[in-house]
């Protein structure tokens, strides 16, 4: 009742193009989710977040759009560049500093020149 | 800008052994936690550690595993008698009260032979 599934496992997107990755929740009681971008060597880095009593949060080219009733949440990255190309994970967690991040599968996101 | 440092950045051991990875979280972040990540696999929560005692772990965290706060600065976990199954990419984490975003380190990769 924990998970969180994440989907593609795999994305390739043009320079330019609106990459779009999928999250859907399982536990109600999760009150942020947040987006980890990770590239190969590193640890995850935190991208942008969001609480469940918002529906759309941007952050220049990347916007986590929340759908409460259907418990999903999905990343959305504008323009993709080169640069994005990373992999990425979304997460779900009671909000405090104690508690456990519950991370999906992850999404390798390859953007072609 | 203040960023999660972890050592070693590799570690191989037998099987059998006992091993310790170390890590300085963010300075003034009161919030420590362990992940770990099977190669090709999701980001899995091991425990939060918080005023120099555990406030969550997950059944991963066995008895084989402990943590410590051993002075200001560090945070360690140790394994005590490492199995195959624990060949992973190990990361810490820590986080400022208020903000329950996660900063990662960039990870220990522990092989067990």
């Known amino acids: 009742q924990q998970q969180v599934k994440q989907s593609p496992q795999s994305l390739i997107v043009q320079k330019g193009g609106i990459s779009i990755i999928n999250c859907a929740y399982e536990?109600?009681?999760?009150?942020?989710f947040p987006w980890y971008q990770q590239f190969p060597g590193k640890g995850p880095a935190l991208l942008i977040a969001?609480?469940?009593?918002?529906s759309e949060k941007k952050e220049g080219r990347f916007t986590i759009s929340f759908n409460k009733s259907a418990k999903q949440f999905s990343l959305h990255i504008m323009d993709s560049q080169p640069g994005d190309s990373a992999t990425y994970f979304c997460?779900?967690?009671?909000?405090?500093?104690?508690?456990?991040?519950?991370f999906g599968q992850g999404t390798t996101l390859q953007v072609k020149p | 800008e203040p960023e999660v440092t972890q050592t070693p950045s590799h570690q191989v051991t037998q099987m059998g052994q006992e091993v310790i990875l170390r890590c300085v979280p963010i300075?003034?972040?009161?919030?420590f936690y362990w992940y770990r990540q099977i190669l090709g696999q999701k980001v899995e929560f091991l425990v939060s550690?918080?005023?120099?005692?555990?406030?969550?772990k997950s059944e991963i965290f066995d008895d084989q595993f402990s943590v410590e706060r051993p002075d200001g600065s560090n945070f360690t976990l140790k394994i005590r008698s490492t199995k195959l199954e624990d060949s992973a990419m190990y990361f810490c984490?820590?986080?400022?009260?208020?903000?329950?975003?996660?900063?990662f380190g960039p990870g220990t990769r522990l092989t067990v032979l």
């Open positions: 536990n109600t009681a999760f009150d942020y």
């Open positions: 969001i609480r469940p009593d918002v």
């Open positions: 300075s003034n972040h009161l919030y």
């Open positions: 550690f918080y005023n120099n005692e555990i406030s969550e």
């Open positions: 997460a779900g967690s009671f909000g405090s500093n104690t508690g456990k991040l519950i």
């Open positions: 984490a820590s986080s400022a009260r208020g903000f329950v975003g996660r900063f």
